[in-house]
């Protein structure tokens, strides 16, 4: 839980008082969630070092930080914006140390922080530790340290536990896609169905920074009072067909063949490449496949509990748990990998998706 210090900040006033909050550790997406309460709820820390390999979560909380902290009329004078490659950490802790103008705080946000030259000379690094000791309290201090993260032995990781929010984000798991893109349509104010998220995340895969794009698509195209389903996810931000990958599963599930490949061909008529989030899709659903297996269950009810998905989805890794032994699943793997390299052309392949597909689809269905 954050310690909260100080309190009553006037936001539209004078510097009189104080509010931040001090995180003892940050990291994980709860964490990323907490964050984004605290600073809504006008709970600014007096630094943020975002860090890690999902860039999605450390945008929008520079971004809140920026659209939140200062009113319009005072960024001119009291929001600096630094880029790390272009930046020295004397610049960056010069700008920290001013007070802010007719303001009761500053920003002061390092965008691209990982570029900076001077996190490889100890002194510097010695520097800013020593003002992360006592921070001033009027400025909020921003690093977007992307793609990577402290050592654990570096020796800003303690005073940045005591002085405000480190944050060490990761690429989110595939179970956890779904509850984030439930979470950012309903921030949009829309409603998606069960089946309408899963083809939305089999469509973008676990790509945080595209889906929530997707997803302002969709704000701009349907009506707000309207349930989205999967025709509409499939129509805006898959092909026009009225089917999709999912249904392929479903069909791959209950080994209809013709059905199946009949689906394939019609999705995918372009270049190979655009088969390869439907070969990453197969990857997946034959994994669920081996967890259904796992879990001892054989009716869809079962299914759906133990796995924790839509009963829909029960239904056909029920039927696929019956088609598909655990061995045939490791076949199906190897077939898949041959099939990756067909399309990246690591091996001899075929010269078209169809041919590529045809080859795939009649191994799985022996």
């Given at each position: 839980?954050?310690?909260?210090?100080?309190?009553?900040?006037?936001?539209?006033?004078?510097?009189?008082?104080?509010?931040?909050?001090?995180?003892?550790?940050?990291?994980?997406?709860?964490?990323?969630d907490?964050?984004?309460?605290?600073?809504?709820?006008?709970?600014?820390?007096?630094?943020?070092?975002?860090?890690?390999?999902?860039?999605?979560?450390?945008?929008?909380?520079?971004?809140?930080?920026?659209?939140?902290?200062?009113?319009?009329?005072?960024?001119?004078?009291?929001q600096?914006?630094?880029?790390?490659?272009?930046?020295?950490?004397?610049?960056?802790?010069?700008?920290?140390?001013?007070?802010?103008?007719m303001?009761?705080?500053?920003?002061?946000?390092?965008?691209?922080?990982?570029?900076?030259?001077?996190?490889?000379?100890?002194?510097?690094?010695?520097?800013?530790?020593?003002?992360?000791?006592?921070?001033?309290?009027?400025?909020?201090?921003?690093?977007?340290?992307?793609?990577?993260?402290?050592p654990?032995?570096?020796?800003?990781?303690?005073?940045?536990?005591?002085?405000?929010?480190?944050?060490?984000?990761?690429?989110?798991?595939?179970?956890?896609?779904?509850?984030?893109?439930?979470?950012?349509?309903?921030?949009?104010?829309?409603?998606?169905?069960?089946?309408?998220?899963?083809?939305?995340?089999?469509?973008v895969?676990?790509?945080?920074?595209?889906l929530?794009?997707?997803?302002?698509?969709?704000?701009?195209?349907?009506?707000?009072e309207?349930?989205?389903?999967h025709?509409?996810?499939?129509?805006?931000?898959?092909?026009?067909?009225?089917?999709?990958?999912?249904?392929?599963?479903?069909?791959?599930a209950?080994?209809?063949?013709?059905?199946?490949?009949?689906?394939?061909?019609?999705?995918?008529?372009?270049?190979?490449?655009?088969?390869?989030?439907?070969?990453?899709?197969?990857?997946?659903?034959?994994?669920?496949?081996?967890?259904?297996?796992?879990s001892?269950?054989?009716?869809?009810?079962?299914?759906?509990?133990?796995?924790r998905?839509?009963?829909?989805?029960?239904q056909?890794?029920?039927?696929?748990?019956?088609n598909?032994?655990?061995g045939?699943?490791?076949?199906?793997?190897?077939?898949?990998?041959?099939?990756?390299?067909?399309?990246?052309?690591?091996?001899?392949?075929?010269?078209?998706?169809?041919?590529?597909?045809?080859?795939?689809?009649?191994?799985?269905?022996?």
């Amino acid at each position: 839980m954050p310690e909260i210090h100080a309190a009553n900040i006037d936001r539209g006033g004078w510097l009189i008082e104080f509010q931040f909050v001090r995180f003892v550790k940050k990291q994980g997406l709860k964490d990323y969630d907490q964050i984004c309460a605290d600073i809504s709820e006008g709970k600014f820390s007096p630094v943020y070092f975002l860090s890690g390999d999902e860039p999605f979560f450390i945008d929008r909380i520079s971004q809140l930080i920026e659209s939140t902290a200062l009113d319009e009329s005072q960024k001119d004078f009291n929001q600096i914006i630094l880029y790390g490659r272009e930046t020295k950490m004397v610049d960056v802790l010069g700008n920290a140390r001013k007070f802010p103008v007719m303001s009761e705080r500053q920003v002061v946000l390092v965008r691209e922080a990982q570029e900076m030259m001077d996190w490889r000379s100890k002194d510097r690094v010695k520097d800013l530790a020593q003002y992360l000791e006592n921070p001033v309290p009027s400025t909020i201090l921003v690093f977007c340290y992307k793609y990577k993260v402290l050592p654990e032995k570096s020796p800003l990781k303690k005073p940045l536990h005591g002085a405000g929010v480190l944050l060490e984000t990761k690429k989110i798991y595939d179970s956890q896609v779904p509850k984030y893109i439930r979470a950012m349509v309903a921030e949009e104010g829309l409603e998606l169905t069960d089946k309408a998220v899963d083809v939305l995340f089999e469509l973008v895969g676990n790509n945080i920074e595209r889906l929530h794009n997707e997803i302002q698509k969709l704000k701009l195209v349907e009506d707000h009072e309207e349930l989205i389903d999967h025709v509409m996810i499939a129509r805006y931000i898959g092909s026009s067909n009225p089917f999709s990958i999912l249904d392929i599963h479903a069909a791959i599930a209950h080994k209809k063949n013709e059905k199946a490949m009949s689906m394939a061909f019609t999705l995918f008529k372009g270049e190979k490449s655009e088969i390869l989030p439907f070969i990453s899709s197969l990857y997946r659903f034959f994994g669920r496949i081996l967890e259904a297996h796992h879990s001892g269950q054989k009716d869809p009810n079962g299914i759906k509990n133990d796995l924790r998905v839509n009963y829909y989805q029960a239904q056909d890794l029920a039927a696929a748990v019956y088609n598909y032994p655990p061995g045939k699943i490791l076949e199906c793997y190897d077939y898949l990998l041959d099939a990756d390299k067909s399309i990246k052309g690591v091996r001899e392949s075929y010269s078209d998706s169809k041919q590529i597909i045809q080859e795939l689809f009649s191994k799985i269905f022996l």
